[in-house]
């Protein structure tokens, strides 16, 4: 076994999850969706924008999570899925006239099969060295996207503009509560069908793998095509993402979509507990509403005070958002026992 | 007369010939052949190094042989990817326990079905009905191996904490949930107890008997190995020393040789 592999299989480098635990009870889930639901109704435009980005933000995460917490697969090169499936939706939209709703599944479909090619070279990596794979992929994808004989497509540096949808069927509601809506269904949908996946037997296969690939191999668990599956997954999900980013932003340029944002990702997922799924959206607030709080505390040095919330949630809950919701059911049960 | 022995006319289930392998200069195995028949418990014993660990790494398909065949009911194997062995009856527990740690005894056990069962991410991720059905009757195996194997306590708890017994139980259990043909047990009393050994060998007795299986038992344990094996194979040095019923094996000279050193060296 080589030290690479090592990293996977042995030291749990990647904090594991039990399956049951990786989801909400019930009551949980249903006033988390009650307030989503409810929550645009009272405040501006532009906290719902910031709404719909979090729901965006929190699906590719979600993303992320399926490859790093279900197959244990990790990934630096997320914003590279992210730009395919943006610019998929950005060039259908603006070059075909395809309806907005209708690209999502196109991106989903283009960045699976982008992922799933990208997997199967990455199969010989493991651990660190497919971090470095994947971070070679992002920091490939502007440049790429700025290509010439692409420009007609994409724009080149330009990038290209998105018209935002109006509410359809006449619906009393602003362009970014609609989009809100939308995002929010496709979200949800989006989130029931990874849990189920990863309940299945699929899930089953890559959690297997996570664990332990020379057992899941002698299980007659086919380890290339369930980690190269692990990718292609993710990729569709970080594409749709990227999708419903381009419509909420109006705008896909090739810098938006930058290292930064795969660190990002994987930021929001270790603040959110790596292979807790309900952690996803915790994440996503923490990487977007954090840096603007940095900024509020000092504008000077808002990398810096990032830096020290950063180091203050990994140093007091080193397992994220999950670890404080396991420790709050504790307090709960304890309260309820007096 | 044993099934075991009735069944010695017929043809093997598993037939290993004349397998060699061989890592750089080192000779790990050489010209190895031996039969299994169907009902069989076959014992492979040898000192440290001996090549017991190697032969069942080709049989599981994780090492390739140089030379030789290996024939699963008149079929070689080795044209098959190590995860296309448990489909057609070979399942094997490890010398240290290679279980899911992080996930429960019943998702353990339940990969185990994985050779037996077909689905596909779409299907899985929307619930269809079939691989709901799929799922039920996998559950319904699973407790019925839990069952069987009094692991049912345990079943929903993550197998890392679990006391080393129980998770080598656990592995047990994993490898019945394919129903193979033949199970690989490299090991299994490593690091048990004298009265958990005991318990062990009943319960590979009764696995055979009662689900029908063919058990290649790799182990240390000579007591072990004596008292449930029908047909013993030893090895030395990567070459079969001696091959036939327990007693036989134990009164072989070169085995003895082999286990105590002679008296000229």
Known sequence: MSAAEDVVTEAPAVEAVPKRAMTLGTGTSLLVLAALLIMPVFVKNFIIFQMTMLLIYGLAVLALNILTGGSGQFSLGQSAFYAVGAYTTAVLMEHFNVNYA?????????????????????LRLSGVYLALATFALATAMPQLLKLNFLEHWTGGVQGLVVTKPDAPFGLPMSQDMWLYYFTLVVVIAIYIFSVNLLRSRSGRAFMAIRDNEIAASA????????????????????????????????????????????????????????????????????????????????????????GVLLFLVIYLVPHGARQVAILGQQFAGKLRKN | MTQAQLAQGTSPLLAVRDVSVVFGGIVALNGVSFDMHKGQILGLIGPNGAGKTTLFNCLSRLYQPSSGDILME?????????????????????????????????????????????????????????????ESS???????ILAYLKLEDVAHTVVS????????????????????????????????????????????????????MTVLLVEHHMGLVMSIADHVVALNFGKKLAEGTPAQVQADPDVIKAYLGSKDQ
């Open chain 1, 102 to 122: 209708l690209t999502l599944p196109i991106a989903g479909v283009v960045c699976f099969a982008f992922g799933f090619l990208f997997g199967q070279p990455a």
């Open chain 1, 219 to 306: 299980m007659g668990v086919d380890v290339a095509l369930y980690k190269t599956l692990a990718f292609g997954v993710s990729a569709a999900v970080t594409g749709v993402a990227g999708s419903l980013g381009a419509i909420a932003v109006q705008f896909v340029a090739p810098d938006s979509y930058t290292i930064t944002l795969a660190i990002s990702l994987f930021l929001g997922m270790v603040v959110g507990g790596v292979g807790w799924l309900p952690g996803s959206i915790v994440g996503a607030a923490f990487i977007i509403f954090v840096p603007n709080l940095a900024e509020g505390i000092s504008k000077g040095l808002s990398g810096a005070v990032f």
């Open chain 2, 74 to 134: 008149g079929i070689s194997i080795l044209s098959r990817p190590p995860h296309r062995i448990a489909e057609i009856g070979i399942g094997r527990t490890f010398q240290n326990v290679a279980l899911f740690p992080n996930l429960s005894v019943m998702d353990n056990v339940r990969v185990g079905a994985h050779s037996k069962t077909s689905s596909d991410i779409i299907s899985d991720s929307l619930r269809l009905a079939w691989v709901r059905r799929s």
């Open chain 2, 138 to 144: 996998v559950n319904d195996k699973v407790q019925e």
């Open chain 2, 161 to 212: 904490g679990l006391p080393f017994g129980t998770q080598k139980r656990v592995e047990l259990a994993r490898a019945l949930a394919a129903d193979p043909k033949i199970l690989l047990l490299d090991e299994p009393a490593g690091g048990l107890n004298h009265e958990e050994v005991y318990v062990l060998g009943d319960l590979i007795r009764r696995i055979r008997d009662e689900r029908h």
